[in-house]
């Protein structure tokens, strides 16, 4: 005789999440990559051929893109964890810098600041997709991204691989490590990486880039009370 047995699957570990971003989305971070040179190959853990911040002005622009996406994640967040958020987060863009690899760069495993990351793809040449397709390897491809969480015997996974495709964009804790693999075409993969905060640091006033994430009418309001407040505490 068999039962009928109900099944749970539980949900263990971080939320990961990855969407699409429109070509507006994708042009508009291209574009305003051109008018901004601030150097961060010095202040990333990566091993890339150039790695470039954007201005505050450009952050501006992107700001309304980037709130839309960070919904899309907080939602999904509140299904992964089966309830609604005990207080929505409120999100300040604290960092947004353009990665230009080049064959043989990599990432090593790393984290983030803040309490959010994403990377999006603006450029993924053919040839890394022809190359992925000969790969035979168990890790990460050539090109791809691998985020790692915990230790564990062989049947628990610790990690998860993908090779991302234009306009892709994935968002994540920014505690969770992952590394970028390298590749051997020669050619330029172009990516968009960032961090968002729930509260401003601290410690980092003078240099922090507080575009707020909402509502636009609030910016300037918002923007100016959250520092004042910040300021009293230092």
């Known amino acids: 005789m068999t039962e009928k047995i109900g099944i749970q699957i539980f949900n263990w570990g971080p939320c990961?999440?990855?969407?699409?971003?429109?070509?507006?989305?994708?042009?508009?971070?291209?574009?305003?990559?051109?008018?901004?040179?601030?150097?961060?190959?010095?202040?990333?853990?990566?091993?890339?051929?150039?790695e470039t911040g954007y201005g505050e002005e450009s952050k501006k622009k992107i700001v309304p893109h980037l709130s839309d996406c960070l919904g899309l994640y907080d939602q999904a967040f509140e299904k992964f964890i089966n309830k609604p958020y005990e207080k929505k987060p409120h999100y300040l863009l604290s960092a947004l810098w353009?990665?230009?690899?080049?064959?043989?760069?990599?990432?090593?495993?790393?984290?983030?600041?803040?309490?959010?990351s994403f990377v999006t793809y603006?450029?993924?040449?053919?040839?890394?997709?022809?190359?992925?397709?000969?790969?035979?390897?168990?890790?990460?491809?050539?090109?791809?991204?691998q985020f790692?969480?915990?230790?564990?015997?062989?049947?628990?996974?610790?990690?998860?691989?993908?090779?991302?495709?234009?306009?892709?964009?994935?968002?994540?804790?920014?505690?969770?490590?992952?590394?970028?693999?390298?590749?051997?075409?020669?050619?330029?993969?172009?990516?968009?990486?960032?961090?968002?905060h729930d509260s401003a640091p601290l410690n980092n006033i003078s240099t922090f880039a507080p575009a707020y994430l909402g509502n636009k009418d609030k910016e300037n309001e918002e923007n100016e009370k959250y520092l004042n407040e910040l300021k009293k505490k230092l």
């Not at 150097?39 to 853990?45: K, P, V």
């Not at 353009?98 to 959010?116: A, E, S, V, W």
Request: aromatic share 10%.
């Open 16 to 50: 990961v999440i990855r969407m699409k971003i429109s070509d507006d989305f994708k042009n508009l971070l291209l574009s305003e990559a051109k008018n901004n040179k601030i150097d961060y190959t010095n202040r990333l853990a990566g091993i890339l051929d150039k």
């Open 98 to 116: 353009i990665n230009y690899q080049k064959p043989n760069d990599y990432n090593p495993p790393h984290d983030h600041d803040g309490k959010l």
């Open 122 to 145: 603006l450029q993924i040449p053919k040839e890394l997709k022809k190359e992925n397709k000969k790969y035979t390897g168990k890790s990460c491809g050539p090109g791809g991204i």
């Open 148 to 196: 790692l969480y915990g230790n564990g015997p062989r049947d628990c996974i610790t990690y998860m691989s993908f090779m991302p495709e234009e306009n892709d964009m994935f968002i994540f804790p920014a505690w969770l490590k992952h590394y970028v693999a390298p590749y051997k075409s020669n050619v330029t993969r172009i990516s968009v990486s960032g961090n968002v």
